[in-house]
C-alpha cells in the first residue's frame, strides 16, 4: 500500500485498517476501525475531504475521489463493490454499493439502500433509505426485505473478518523467485 500526503494533509487511517498492498491512499482522507480498503483501490483526498466511517469495505478497484468545495462522505457499514467509482457523493449507513457502479456528485445514497451492479446514480440523485436502485440512470426499482438486510450483515461482518485475516497473512507473504 501507498500512504501519501498531499498539500500538507496526511491520511488518518485507524490502526485496526486493513490496507491491501496495492491501494493507495493520499491527502486529506480519514478512515474508521475496521475497515477495508482492498487491492488496487485508490483514494484520493487531494481535492476536498474524503470521510469513511467504521467497517467500511471497499474493495478492488474501487476508485474514491472528489471535485472542489465537494467532500466524500461514507458512512459506518458501507459495502463499496468491486471496481465502483464513487465521486464527491453521500453513502449513508449500511448502504451497499454494487460491483461495477458509478455514484456521482451530490448524489446522496439513503441508509440501508442498495445500487446495483453497474448502476449509475446521476449527480445530485438522492435515494431513499432502504431502496433498490438500478440501471443508466438509476431508478428506484423496490424497497429491500429484510433478507435483504440479513445478506448485507452476512457480507459485512466476512469482509471485517477476512480483513483481519489478510493483515496478518500480509505480514509473512509468500516469495516466488
Known amino acids: 500500500m501507498?500512504?501519501?500526503?498531499?498539500?500538507?494533509?496526511?491520511?488518518?487511517?485507524?490502526?485496526?485498517?486493513f490496507l491491501a498492498r496495492g491501494s493507495v491512499v493520499s491527502g486529506d482522507v480519514e478512515i474508521g476501525e475496521d475497515s477495508q480498503v482492498w487491492y488496487n483501490t485508490v483514494i484520493r483526498g487531494d481535492i476536498a475531504p474524503t470521510r469513511i466511517g467504521r467497517r467500511v469495505s471497499v474493495q478492488d478497484n474501487s476508485t474514491l475521489h472528489q471535485s472542489p468545495n465537494s467532500p466524500l462522505i461514507i458512512e459506518d457499514e458501507v459495502i463499496i463493490g468491486h471496481n465502483a467509482v464513487l465521486h464527491s457523493c453521500i453513502v449513508r449507513q449500511g448502504a451497499l454499493i454494487g460491483m461495477g457502479s458509478i455514484v456521482l456528485d451530490g448524489a446522496e445514497i439513503g441508509e440501508e439502500s442498495m445500487v446495483a451492479a453497474g448502476a449509475l446514480v446521476p449527480p445530485g440523485m438522492k435515494i431513499p433509505p432502504r431502496s433498490l436502485v438500478v440501471g443508466s440512470p438509476a431508478k428506484v426499482k423496490r424497497e429491500l426485505s429484510e433478507d435483504d438486510f440479513k445478506e448485507f450483515r452476512r457480507i459485512r461482518q466476512s469482509y471485517v473478518d477476512k480483513g483481519k485475516i489478510y493483515r496478518e497473512l500480509e505480514k509473512n507473504p509468500i516469495e516466488r523467485p
Do not use: A
Not at 2 to 17: N, Q, T, Y
Open 2 to 17: 501507498l500512504v501519501l500526503p498531499f498539500d500538507g494533509k496526511e491520511p488518518i487511517i485507524h490502526e485496526s485498517v
